[in-house]
């Protein structure tokens, strides 16, 4: 479950604009998994995540 909540991670991110944690726990549970706040956070620490400034003045999170 963990290596296919990553894989949906990278393609969630690569796709949509994601701000904040809870955006992509959103997200992933729109693609029908449940995750708790925590989980994602850990996630994001172990794909290295960081936020980026886009074009428009938002944030997203990008791969390292």
């Given at each position: 479950m963990k290596r296919y909540?990553?894989?949906?991670?990278?393609?969630?991110?690569?796709?949509?604009?994601?701000?904040?944690?809870?955006?992509?726990?959103?997200?992933?549970?729109?693609e029908g998994i449940a995750v708790t706040q925590a989980t994602?956070?850990?996630?994001?620490?172990e794909l290295q995540l960081v936020k980026t400034a886009t074009a428009d003045g938002r944030y997203r999170y990008v791969p390292a």
């Open positions: 909540r990553i894989m949906k991670i990278k393609e969630i991110i690569q796709n949509q604009v994601i701000e904040t944690q809870e955006e992509l726990a959103e997200a992933l549970r729109n994602v956070s850990r996630d994001i620490r």
